[in-house]
């Protein structure tokens, strides 16, 4: 059997499970539908939790992000590990003490506003589609990649699947595809990583192999380090961004993880609270097997990058990278005509490679590599190489045999539709149910909410879809946006109406407008408007989220002092949620 | 015993530990901010302030610098140490608060 037959066997077979999972558990009521009727066990939401929060970016990206970022890489390997410590000690246990289905419910029932709700059921929403539109687009890479459809095709099977199960499943169908995703992926990314890390370290277990000795026995780091300076890069271990920006950076991810909807709202589908702060423990464990893997995976392939490209022919280096070409994730532009790769710091050239063509075709230099349009810009690099190759094409150009390829679609795969489908979840929650049932339309019953939830749920994976076929150009940078926005909004409110008892509607509202419109008005400047501004304090726009949280605590005490305290019955809610539930609840 | 609030009095029959809300909430909030107090020091302060000063030292083997540990996979390891002490923690100070041996 041939890669092709591999990949098409595995995804299809992870696929039929899926379908048969979401047939088992369909959702009969809007408890079931919100949050899989608060039953399941705290192991199960765990792992849910897992393949909920890992994205096609964790899985895709963030590895061959960190492979050309080195040390910088640890803002996200902290930032989106560390913002669950938040979430388990801070906001989990409390949100499932006070119970009911959404965020925005919380929002709006501790501080006593439609206002606030209908604000935090707008951040909700925008938040989870900005994401999702990134998901879906990494469903269609992966297909057209592996299995040779074209994107839309890919988007359109995607959304088909995801359409299925969170329809017709709700929370309860999706949770249980999703501890299957979870397996499925975390299988996909660990097989590989440990083929890798014996051939090259002879370590079997990849988090010691990033400390292990290749052949020769030079430490795996040091070799890297040697190999980068040699080619003109920075030290891979040695840092390049300023720390304050690195710190704002971290502090932001963090803090946007733990106010993200689909995450918290996991905590919603447990028994008691005692099981809300056990999947918490349960989830990061799980997310901690890949993501301490990941910083491996990363120096393994930046390794093998430098060592079986720079200096070669564009017919030596391995086919399975070649590959990567005519997806145009990679180009070579022969600048000194010496017909070899020179990579070294610096751009290529402007923009993604543009590729001569004639009667539809690519027209091909000697070596078979396409010939580009781009201008050249000064610096000797040679090579564009895109960042989400490293992850999916490492099992080629490391040689690993075809079953592996084919698994490592089938993870990309899992990873994109269970984050999908807890994303278009929260939008048609937020619609059914904070939009209609508790703010328009008050008197509708349970079966027409119900209704409302799956029309949203189809509704929603149809506009998915279609961000996913033609996508924005800056679905990266919007992605800034949804952490910063969420750091900015939901965090510091949720937090307050916990531990503070003299937080109040006025406080609350005024906070998070003032957050967003600072955030967002930063970000859109300094990533849209005037890219070349020199930033506050160093401090680029994925950090600014962390300034953005700062302003919005600040505004929220100050404006919380000069105006009444919140009602009676609201300060015995927060009294309420601080206390254990008493047993056998 | 007359003027103790209702609360109060509810509590003290159910817990002979004689823990009151107000105290088992102290007792939360200061696990909390020990915890959250070290997920800063080896995130923020291994991890990214002093990861520079870290990196003189190396990871048993010697195969890593250390501030470049921490930042990669030190603190991850930490933070999921942080949720189950936090977990153990809480689940006895419920017990005790409900009145049960832990």
């Known amino acids: ?585 | 015993m007359s003027q103790q609030d209702p609360v109060n009095t509810d509590s003290a029959a159910t817990a002979p530990a004689g823990m009151t809300p107000r105290e088992y909430w102290r007792k939360n909030i200061t696990c909390v901010l020990w915890l959250l107090a070290i997920w800063f020091v080896v995130s923020y302060g291994c991890g990214i302030l002093f990861a520079d000063e870290l990196d003189q030292f190396r990871t048993p083997g010697g195969g890593i610098k250390l501030g470049f540990w921490f930042a990669q996979q030190g603190s991850i390891y930490v933070f999921v140490i942080l949720i189950a002490i936090y977990v153990r923690f809480m689940n006895r100070l419920d017990a005790r608060f409900n009145g049960k041996q832990g």
């Open chain 1, 1 to 585: 059997m041939d890669v092709q037959a591999w990949t098409f066997l595995i995804v299809g077979l992870s696929f039929a499970l899926y379908i048969f999972i979401a047939i088992r558990s369909r959702a009969g009521s809007t408890g079931e539908f919100y949050v899989a009727g608060k039953g399941v066990p705290p192991l199960a939401n765990g792992m849910a939790t897992a393949a909920d929060w890992m994205s096609a970016a964790s899985f895709i990206s963030m590895a061959g992000l960190i492979s050309f970022m080195g040390r910088d890489g640890g803002v996200y390997l902290m930032g989106w590990t560390g913002g669950y410590v938040l979430l388990a000690l801070l906001l989990a246990p409390y949100l499932r003490k006070f119970g009911r289905f959404t965020v925005p419910d919380f929002i709006g029932d501790r501080y006593y506003s439609s206002t606030a709700r209908l604000v935090a059921v707008f951040c909700a929403i925008f938040v989870s589609f900005t994401y999702v539109a990134g998901q879906m687009r990494g469903v269609g890479i992966v297909f057209s990649r592996f299995l040779e459809v074209d994107i839309e095709i890919g988007v359109l099977i995607g959304m088909a699947i995801v359409f299925f199960y969170a329809v017709l499943g709700g929370m309860k169908g999706i949770t249980y595809t999703q501890v299957a995703q979870y397996c499925v992926l975390i299988f996909a990314f660990m097989v590989p990583a440990i083929f890798i890390s014996i051939m090259l370290t002879g370590n079997a277990v990849p988090q010691l192999g990033l400390g292990g000795e290749v052949e020769g026995g030079m430490h795996l780091l040091d070799k890297l380090d040697g190999l980068s300076k040699d080619l003109g890069f920075d030290a891979y271990t040695n840092g390049s961004k300023g720390t304050l920006d690195v710190f704002c950076i971290t502090m932001a991810l963090m803090v946007g993880t733990a106010g993200l909807p689909h995450v918290i709202v996991r905590f919603y589908t447990v028994k008691r609270v005692k099981d809300a702060r056990m999947s918490a423990f349960w989830a990061l464990l799980f997310i901690a097997v890949l993501y301490t893997t990941a910083p491996a995976v990363a120096v393994f392939a930046r390794t093998n990058l430098l060592q079986e490209v720079p200096g070669k022919r564009f017919e030596e280096i391995p086919k399975g990278l070649q590959k990567w070409e005519e997806s145009g994730l990679l180009a070579w532009t022969d600048k000194n005509s010496d017909g070899k790769i020179q990579y070294t710091k610096g751009k290529a050239f402007n923009g993604k490679p543009q590729f001569k063509e004639k009667d539809g075709e690519r027209v091909l230099g000697d070596q078979g590599q396409g010939l580009l349009t781009n201008e050249a810009v000064e610096g000797t690099n040679e090579l564009y190489i895109d960042r989400d190759i490293m992850v999916l094409a490492n099992p080629e150009i490391a040689g690993l045999p075809d079953w592996v390829v084919g698994l490592v679609a089938a993870g990309g795969l899992a990873a994109a539709l269970s984050t999908a489908a807890g994303l278009l979840l929260v939008i048609s929650t937020s619609f059914a149910h904070d939009l209609m049932k508790k703010t328009l339309t008050p008197d509708i019953d349970e079966k027409r909410e119900l209704f409302l939830a799956r029309v949203g749920a189809a509704v929603a994976v149809v506009i998915a879809g279609y961000f996913g076929i033609n996508p924005p150009g800056f679905v990266a940078q919007v992605v800034a946006f949804a952490f910063g926005l969420a750091a900015a909004s939901f965090f510091p409110a949720i937090l307050l109406g916990i531990f503070s008892k003299r937080m109040n509607r006025e406080g609350v509202i005024s906070g998070m407008i003032v957050g967003i419109l600072f955030t967002a008005s930063y970000i859109i400047y300094f990533q849209f408007i005037d890219k070349d501004a020199k930033p506050w304090f160093g401090i680029s726009p994925a950090g600014i989220g962390t300034l953005g949280m700062l302003i919005n605590f600040a505004v929220a005490f100050t404006v919380s002092r000069f105006t009444a305290p919140p009602p009676e019955e609201v300060q015995e809610m927060v009294d309420d949620i601080r206390l254990p539930e008493t047993d056998e609840a």
